[in-house]
């Protein structure tokens, strides 16, 4: 099956915004061998499941345990889902919960919901926030599912200290275990002990394994972003499908078939070579707007690295990625992009189909100067504005590349996110750095640890 996206480069090239802004014909010429050697290597790792993101679409028993535990809490009738995870724990719900949930959800009634419970996903550990999210939702009426594939994330852990004895009060030490899920790595028979897996016996929690290989912002498709997905009704099976549709064109070494590969060339060529140290990405859509949030985290936690795959040191590598908006962001970044410094490659995500129109009404009389809203709809607006945004960025020699999804589903957000963690994986080796950890991230948290113990 063909992907249903479309991927334009047009605006990103030298002919549209010149040879010092945009890619050349020559550019990638010179790329070609890296790129093959890149593919080369990805396909090898992708064979030996050094990294499993890859082929999660494929993983028919996981899917089955995910589907049989969701039914089996769906069951149960619980009003609130809250699950306490962050960063890849969090962002990749969030993107499929905006992207595929009606607007408002949680502020709709049950009946409004299909039966589905309201969705709060606590990815920080701002005591206020927190507080509130209790408050709101009754330990004896909600679900806790708790994901962290280490099990040692801080910020999880204190949120699940709080949530099980909040429970314990509210349900007794024995029940505990019909309002809490785990979500975390595959126990360790060695000497490192995983906390989640001490909690998950301590309560006899039902709990859905995070593959060793996957890490957590490459986890969407994985039980970490499936399970609450399912609970909440969101067809994870055409997810899935999604990602197989673009998991076909993916695996080709060809740029004109591959778009996640043309997506990290154009990156990694105008950062290296056109001085674009910054990646917009730039929703016109508000379905997608989380997509960039996720995006930000896979980018820069990715790419972002002191070291080189070679043994190079202080190769200090990386995009810069920002988020958008549009059209809100038109009012607010888009000056800076047109007129301030030429250091973005601007992607701009559109939607060809919106669900609904919106038709915009004629005025009163002697309004004046609405002529070219009147009888169009809302959609229309925003798709125009969208064309014109990436006009002035051309006429400005501001490089964008164009992905258009046909509309917001679950097969298409599937191979939308797909195609991403794709190209990230690319991007990472014609940087020159390892995709898949993140050292200094690791730094912060014995930091952490170190303040935390200095006194209460």
């Known amino acids: 099956m063909n992907p249903a996206l479309r991927l334009d480069l047009s605006r990103a090239r030298s002919a549209a915004v010149g040879a010092a802004h945009g890619i050349t014909p020559k550019d990638l010429r010179t790329l070609a061998p890296d790129l093959a050697k890149a593919?080369?290597?990805?396909?090898?790792?992708?064979?030996?499941?050094?990294?499993?993101?890859?082929?999660?679409h494929n993983d028919h028993a996981m899917l089955r345990e995910v589907q049989a535990l969701a039914k089996e809490c769906a069951a149960e009738g619980h009003e609130n889902l809250v699950v306490l995870g962050i960063g890849g724990s969090a962002l990749g719900l969030t993107t499929l919960v905006t992207a595929l949930k009606p607007p408002y959800y949680n502020l709709l009634d049950a009946a409004q919901r299909g039966g589905r419970p309201r969705v709060f996903v606590m990815d920080n550990v701002d005591p206020v926030t927190f507080d509130g999210m209790m408050k709101l939702c009754p330990p004896e009426k909600s679900l806790f599912v708790i994901i962290s594939k280490s099990g040692g994330t801080a910020e999880t852990l204190a949120q699940a200290?709080?949530?099980?004895?909040?429970?314990?009060?509210?349900?007794?030490?024995?029940?505990?275990?019909?309002?809490?899920?785990?979500?975390?790595?595959?126990?360790?028979?060695?000497?490192?002990?995983?906390?989640?897996?001490?909690?998950?016996?301590?309560?006899?929690?039902?709990?859905?394994?995070?593959?060793?290989?996957?890490?957590?912002?490459?986890?969407?498709?994985?039980?970490?972003?499936?399970?609450?997905?399912?609970?909440?009704?969101?067809?994870?099976?055409?997810?899935?499908?999604?990602?197989?549709?673009?998991?076909?064109?993916?695996?080709?070494?060809?740029?004109?078939?591959?778009?996640?590969?043309?997506?990290?060339?154009?990156?990694?060529?105008?950062?290296?070579?056109?001085?674009?140290?910054i990646a917009v990405m730039m929703p016109y859509s508000d379905q997608l707007r989380d997509v960039s949030d996720w995006y930000r985290q896979l980018w820069a936690e990715s790419l972002g690295k002191k070291n080189g795959l070679d043994g190079r040191q202080?190769?200090?590598?990386?995009?810069?990625?920002?988020?958008?908006?549009?059209?809100?962001?038109?009012?607010?970044?888009?000056?800076?992009?047109?007129?301030?410094?030429?250091?973005?490659?601007?992607?701009?995500?559109?939607?060809?189909r919106f669900a609904t129109v919106l038709p915009i009404p004629k005025g009163p009389k002697g309004l004046g100067g609405v002529d070219y809203l009147e009888g169009r709809t809302m959609a229309r607006l925003l798709q125009a504005e969208c064309n014109a945004t990436a006009d002035a960025l051309r006429a400005a020699?501001?490089?964008?590349?164009?992905?258009?999804?046909?509309?917001?589903?679950?097969?298409?957000?599937?191979?939308?996110?797909?195609?991403?963690?794709?190209e990230t994986a690319m991007a990472g080796r014609l940087f020159g750095v390892d995709a898949f950890d993140q050292p200094a991230v690791e730094a912060i948290k014995v930091y952490t640890r170190q303040y935390m113990r200095r006194g209460k």
């Open 39 to 56: 593919h080369a290597g990805l396909l090898a790792d992708r064979r030996a499941a050094k990294y499993g993101f890859f082929d999660l």
């Open 161 to 277: 200290l709080i949530v099980f004895e909040a429970l314990e009060k509210a349900v007794g030490k024995a029940r505990v275990k019909r309002h809490a899920v785990a979500i975390t790595g595959p126990i360790d028979r060695g000497k490192t002990k995983n906390p989640i897996h001490v909690l998950r016996q301590t309560y006899g929690l039902r709990w859905l394994t995070v593959p060793a290989n996957v890490g957590g912002r490459f986890s969407v498709f994985s039980p970490v972003g499936l399970f609450p997905a399912a609970l909440l009704g969101i067809d994870i099976v055409e997810l899935l499908a999604g990602c197989r549709a673009m998991d076909g064109c993916t695996s080709s070494p060809s740029l004109a078939r591959n778009p996640a590969y043309a997506r990290a060339a154009y990156h990694f060529l105008a950062c290296r070579d056109k001085g674009k140290s």
């Open 314 to 352: 202080d190769l200090f590598a990386g995009q810069t990625p920002v988020k958008g908006l549009g059209a809100t962001d038109q009012h607010s970044q888009l000056q800076l992009y047109l007129e301030g410094p030429n250091d973005k490659l601007i992607t701009l995500l559109s939607v060809r």
């Open 397 to 422: 020699q501001r490089p964008v590349v164009r992905v258009e999804l046909p509309e917001v589903r679950e097969h298409t957000l599937g191979q939308l996110l797909y195609m991403l963690e794709v």
